[in-house]
């Protein structure tokens, strides 16, 4: 029962270098999320999709890109990584509208050198 | 602008006693409010609540959300060292395509023998 999945869990990267963030998930959900943590902040939306081919922008879009081309499957891109960058990313997925709860994946933490 | 505002920010406590970690909020298109712990890596649920003045618990631990004042509480009795952890709450707001959680910045716990 893998719930919600990141890959990669760990990365540094170099200033100006790209990198993209999969999530997966394997419960069908329409919604999927992606946070960023940083100290004293707490989780912030940076987009999210309400379903297949759908992707909307949250509170911190900027310098990010996403896609969901397939259902289970949120990806997360830096075209340009920069050290503000270097956070702790967390993708979330949930089925509706009507409050159901939201399944977190265990976190990706990612250094910009 | 939507805003989640937990207090306080960080907590220390000796092991038996009680504490009230609280959260406000102030957000268009409230649908429940939702506390979560986290710990080393993701977000663990604990509560939902969607209706004012219902108590919701879970051993020691229990929450109630007022919808005219617009704050949750959660209450941790007998704490114990395994209740150390940062307590985030946010609020899940419909907008115009889906569902979204806005967090509060988090209450750091420890517990102490």
């Known amino acids: 029962n893998a719930g919600v999945t990141q890959t990669p869990k760990f990365r540094v990267l170099k200033t100006g270098q790209s990198m993209t963030l999969l999530c997966a998930q394997d419960?069908?959900?329409?919604?999927m999320y992606w946070y960023r943590q940083d100290p004293g902040m707490g989780l912030r939306l940076i987009h999210y999709?309400?379903?297949?081919?759908?992707?909307a922008k949250g509170e911190v879009p900027d310098g990010y890109n996403v896609s969901r081309l397939k259902k289970q499957n949120f990806l997360l891109g830096l075209e340009s990584a920069a050290p503000s960058q270097t956070s702790v990313y967390f993708c979330?997925?949930?089925?509706?509208?009507?409050?159901?709860?939201?399944?977190f994946g265990e976190g990706s933490w990612l250094t910009v050198v | 602008e939507d805003k989640v505002v937990q207090s306080p920010l960080s907590l220390v406590v000796h092991e038996g006693d009680t504490v009230t970690l609280n959260c406000s909020y102030e957000?268009?298109?409230?649908?429940?409010l939702l506390w979560y712990k986290q710990e080393k890596k993701a977000p663990t649920f604990l509560f939902m609540l969607?209706?004012?003045?219902i108590e919701k618990k879970s051993g020691r631990l229990s929450s109630i959300l007022d919808k005219k004042e617009l704050f949750s509480i959660l209450n941790i009795t007998a704490t114990q060292t395994g209740d150390s952890a940062v307590y985030l709450c946010?609020?899940?707001?419909?907008?115009?395509?889906?569902?979204?959680?806005?967090f509060g910045t988090g209450t750091q716990l420890k517990v102490e023998l």
């Open positions: 979330a997925s949930s089925y509706g509208t009507s409050g159901n709860t939201i399944y």
């Open positions: 419960m069908n959900h329409e919604y």
């Open positions: 999709s309400v379903g297949e081919g759908t992707t």
């Open positions: 957000v268009t298109n409230f649908r429940s």
């Open positions: 969607t209706s004012s003045g």
């Open positions: 946010a609020s899940l707001e419909g907008t115009g395509g889906g569902n979204k959680l806005t």
